[in-house]
């Protein structure tokens, strides 16, 4: 305590190491022996490092079948990792053993799932939907306090204390997504995984959520794992992101040198697929080809077969993170100092 | 909190607002089977108070009104609306008494074969992998075999361990347990196959992070999401399980005659059916069809309404 | 505009009669088409966008019906065609393209033999010919190698090179129109900007019309000539695209434009529009939007506005009529 502020260090909420996870999804014993086929593995998360640090926004962006949502269930604790460490306040809370021992963990973190159609219980009311943390893990000493805490969280995520008593078919996307952050609440958690909350939401509705968890953000202290596939909301909620391809992570950096110096040519394509609102003219090249098989990944860097800047090496081996300015990217051709400038620096 | 009389109106406002009721209405075939199973539910259950005789009140029956054909019949007698049969029971009070036990059967057989199905269904869903393989193997051995086979088998075999002259005594528990173990398949395979699905939905994961055990995730998420389905096999079962043991009664290993259901009833008056006293066994039988249809058609009427996809 | 319209509709308004009520899911909008243009049709989920595509294709699932109004192809009433002549009309004047490749193509055939069965059924040409047509059409598609993969499945092709089959299918027969439902919306975002390129790269060269419904604002902006705004089953604003989006007249176009984070310069919130769109069964009284606008007065809560001039395109709002209230 006796240190100068500007010597503290950020101890990182949480710090993932080289956490995989496969998945078998080979046929059945008896066919795999009657068609003679082997098993088939894929690896979903394939060595992700990364850290998140208080009150921070971390986002991770890729194409569907990328791993990114993976990540996101590897961390709450609904999948276990294959290897690898995750570290929450310096506590190993990786293998479900681990987990089992820090509840307390368990419930300072908490999940907001994509489909508000069905993350919340048809059968059951709102008001026991939202309580059901506050009622599990007996964190008020009666009915009474839940029903009040319950009408408070419902207000703060903007309905009404009313509507607890309703069934979720009766609200609209967006609303029920309302309900799901309430409930995510409820137990005062400071670490919430938010995997693609608006992507099933009309743009209008979208923003209103965006809105809510950046003021519930600033309001509570919160951290958050943000998982979208839409760069232009990763890039309005996030102060770092990480760029997912195949199962690793290809690059990631503070928002804005990511978005102003792109590196990857993964996330140089990304960025140049996203529509142009401002229809500035500017010269689109899609990248040809499409996402391989993760069951059946590329040798080397797994974009390779897609990347403009491939040579041999980037056939045969994986390229290791190095970092650069602001963050990290795993890239052959950034490390061989080979990668031609980005448009923004080129027209600068 | 409402007052009761308030509360019944809510419920009647909300029941009549429903699609349910909204398809209910509109078929007036669904509508007369509702009415037929009610009237032989209410003759089957109030039997006691409402059959004309008491036909196991030994004292009151005379053989000498043994094989009275029915009242509009020469030589029928008003006392006896639709004869009697070979012992001089009334046949009206008689297939009164005799649906009760039919009815009950059937019901608990039901509840039996529901009770053991979704326990299976749901545990091998929730748990899956080896669990699921055996519980859902042992189903497709048992499926591969005829319910009335096992039913005969279960009801044998209980023979065997109680011996005739207890078996009597135990008649109906083991046919309920003999007719509910032939048909607990169908329930264990749709409430495994909804589990499948529900337990892939985000809520039920939501519940996995707030940090909820297993067996109360399946039991207060996923179980209330999967009954639907089940509500329905449940009623086109209560036709079965009544055919069943109609059947099992009918081939002399069901109730005593003592006792007897329908099938029993329609087993002694097949014995007379070529001698021309034709109504000690056609009574009972068109009683036993129309009730199962009218039963079935109530259960095809239920799949529909609960598929929204039919709507 | 002096050329003539290849698709115009008229007052169109469909309905849904329900047990509690007739559902106005499309009410009573007009638009119109130019051969070789491109008109993007947007608004959110529930708007009636797609359900205005699926009444021109005829293709409305009972017990929807269109009740009023009228839809002309050159000029053509198509609206109350009997169902075989509708159908000749599909694929060969009007082309489809949906969300879900996979609805599109019959997972039995090859896609092939679909291609040649669309071309054979509206082209005047023998088999052969119309096999050549079809590795030519797959080609165009940018299908690699597309003389050996005409003999594959639908299942044997990723999303995005079924998709592109799918246009292929819709291209067959050489149409003038295409309506096209959210065609990119369940593809991976590198996939999306190739689809796009394709389908306006074809359409230039073909002086194919295309009606392209979707959600996605950059979508349209990157392809539509011009756009149509609907919302609660009407058309709020439509109008060349640069100037919708630009310069948007009607609150809810400023909305949704606002409400889309933008690349570039970062907020910390996006305009929001509070609330949400109404459900059918119960649509407000007046202008649609007047619950949620920011600048309601009086004339809105009991006078629904038309479509009516505001500069370059037409917005049905009552800002246009007296701009005292802006």
Not at chain 1, 53 to 66: I, M
Not at chain 1, 329 to 335: D, K
Request: hydrophobic share 45%; proline share 7%.
């Amino acid at each position: 305590m006796s240190k100068p502020a500007e010597t503290k260090v950020t101890v990182p909420m949480l710090t993932v190491t080289d956490l995989k996870r496969v998945f078998d999804v080979s046929a059945p014993w008896l066919n795999r022996l009657l068609e003679g086929k082997g098993r088939s593995i894929v690896r979903a998360v394939d060595g992700v490092n990364f850290s998140i640090n208080q009150g921070e926004t971390f986002s991770l962006v890729g194409e569907s079948g990328c791993g990114k949502s993976t990540v996101a269930r590897l961390i709450v604790g609904l999948y276990e990792p294959s290897d690898g460490s995750i570290n929450f306040e310096g506590v190993e809370i990786g293998s479900s053993v681990e987990r089992a021992k820090h509840p307390d963990i368990q419930g300072r973190m908490q999940m907001i799932f994509q489909d508000p159609y069905a993350s919340l219980n048809p059968r059951w009311r709102v008001g026991d939907i939202v309580a059901e943390p506050l009622r599990f893990r007996k964190l008020l000493p009666d009915n009474a306090a839940v029903d009040k805490r319950v009408g408070e969280l419902l207000s703060q995520v903007g309905l009404s204390p009313l509507d607890a008593r309703k069934f979720p078919h009766e609200f609209s996307g967006g609303q029920r997504q309302r309900i799901s952050i309430a409930r995510a609440l409820a137990g005062e958690p400071e670490f919430l995984v938010c995997d693609e909350p608006t992507s099933a939401l009309d743009v209008s509705v979208q923003a209103q959520i965006l809105n809510l968890m950046k003021d519930l953000q600033r309001k509570l202290g919160l951290t958050y794992l943000f998982i979208s596939h839409n760069l232009a909301v990763v890039y309005h909620v996030s102060d770092k992101v990480g760029v997912m391809y195949l199962g690793r992570l290809v690059e990631w950096a503070d928002t804005q040198t990511l978005f102003d110096r792109p590196l990857h040519p993964y996330t140089r394509m990304l960025l140049d697929a996203i529509p142009d609102l401002d229809m500035t003219g500017r010269s689109r090249t899609p990248v040809a080809g499409e996402v391989p098989s993760p069951l059946n990944p590329p040798p080397g860097c797994s974009f390779h077969p897609r990347c403009p800047l491939a040579n041999e090496r980037c056939r045969r081996d994986v390229p290791k993170a190095i970092a650069v300015e602001g963050g990290a990217v795993a890239c052959h051709a950034v490390e061989e100092n080979r990668l031609p400038p980005w448009k923004a620096q080129a027209a600068a | 909190m409402m007052l009761p009389t308030a509360r019944v109106i809510e419920f009647w406002r909300k029941t009549s607002d429903s699609d349910i009721y909204w398809s209910f209405t509109r078929s007036k075939l669904v509508m007369l089977s509702a009415l037929i199973t009610l009237i032989f539910f209410i003759g089957a259950f109030g039997a006691p108070w409402l059959a004309p005789h008491n036909p196991f009140d030994l004292a009151s029956l005379e053989l000498s009104d043994a094989f009275k054909p029915p009242v509009w019949e020469d030589g029928g007698d008003a006392k006896y609306l639709l004869g009697t049969d070979d012992q001089g029971r009334d046949l009206l009070s008689t297939i009164m008494y005799g649906s009760r036990i039919s009815l009950m059967v059937g019901f608990l057989a039901v509840i039996f074969a529901m009770g053991v199905g979704i326990t299976l269904g749901l545990v091998a869903g929730y748990l899956g992998g080896a669990v699921d393989s055996f519980i859902m193997r042992v189903a497709d051995v048992q499926l591969s075999f005829p319910a009335i086979l096992i039913a005969l088998l279960v009801d044998g075999v209980s023979r065997g361990i109680l011996g005739e002259a207890r078996h009597s005594d135990f008649a109906e528990a083991v046919l309920v347990v003999a007719i509910g173990l032939s048909y607990w398949v169908q329930y264990a395979r749709t409430v495994r196959g909804s589990v499948l699905v529900e337990k892939s939905k985000e809520y039920v994961q939501a519940a996995r992070v707030i940090g909820l055990p297993g067996p109360l995730i399946a039991i207060r998420h996923v179980l209330p999401n999967v009954l639907g389905p089940v509500l329905v096999i449940a009623t086109i079962n209560l036709a079965l399980a009544i055919i069943t043991e109609a059947t099992l009664s009918f081939l002399g290993v069901g109730l005593p005659p003592t006792e007897p259901s329908l099938g029993t009833l329609i087993r002694i008056g097949n014995d007379f059916l070529f001698s021309g006293e034709w109504w000690i066994t056609i009574f009972p039988g068109a009683v036993l069809a129309i009730l199962v249809l009218a039963v079935n058609l109530l259960g095809d009427w239920l799949r529909d309404a609960l598929n929204p996809k039919l709507r | 505009m002096t050329s003539p319209k290849l698709l115009e509709v008229k007052n169109l308004r469909v309905e849904f009669p329900t047990r509690r009520g007739t559902l106005v899911a499309v009410d009573d909008i007009s638009l119109d088409i130019s051969a070789g243009e491109v008109l993007g049709v947007v608004g959110e989920s529930g708007a009636g966008k797609s359900m205005t595509g699926t009444a021109i294709i005829g293709l409305l699932e009972p017990p929807g019906r269109i009740a009023a109004g009228e839809i002309r192809l050159e000029g053509r009433r198509i609206d109350n065609l009997p169902y075989h002549e509708m159908r000749k009309i599909r694929g060969r004047q009007i082309g489809a393209i949906f969300q879900d490749p996979l609805t599109s193509l019959n997972p039995l055939y090859r896609v092939g033999d679909q291609l040649v069965e669309t071309i054979l059924t509206h082209l005047p040409m023998s088999h052969a010919q119309a096999r050549d047509r079809a590795v030519k059409l797959l080609e165009d598609v940018g299908i690699p190698s597309a003389a050996e993969r005409i003999n594959a499945y639908p299942h044997q092709f990723s999303g995005g090179m079924r998709q592109r089959v799918v246009i292929a299918l819709a291209l067959a027969a050489e149409p003038k129109l295409i309506i096209a439902d959210e065609p990119t919306t369940a593809l991976d975002v590198s996939i999306q900007a190739q689809i796009i390129q394709l389908l306006k790269r074809l359409c230039r060269e073909n002086g194919t019309a295309v009606m392209l419904v979707t959600h996605d604002m950059g979508v349209i902006a990157e392809t539509a000539d011009r756009v149509a705004v609907m919302y609660a089953g009407r058309i709020a604003e439509i109008g060349p695209v640069q100037d919708v989006i630009k310069r948007p007249h009607h609150p809810y176009t400023v909305g949704l434009m606002g409400a889309i984070p933008a690349m570039g310069h970062k907020t910390e919130r996006l305009t929001q529009i509070d609330g949400s769109m109404p459900r059918l069964n119960a649509i407000p009284k007046g202008c649609a939007f007047n619950p949620r606008c920011p600048k309601v007065f009086d004339r809105c809560r009991v006078e629904r506005p038309d479509p009516m001039p505001a500069g370059r395109s037409q917005a049905a709002c009552w800002l246009v009529k007296e701009p005292a209230h802006v």
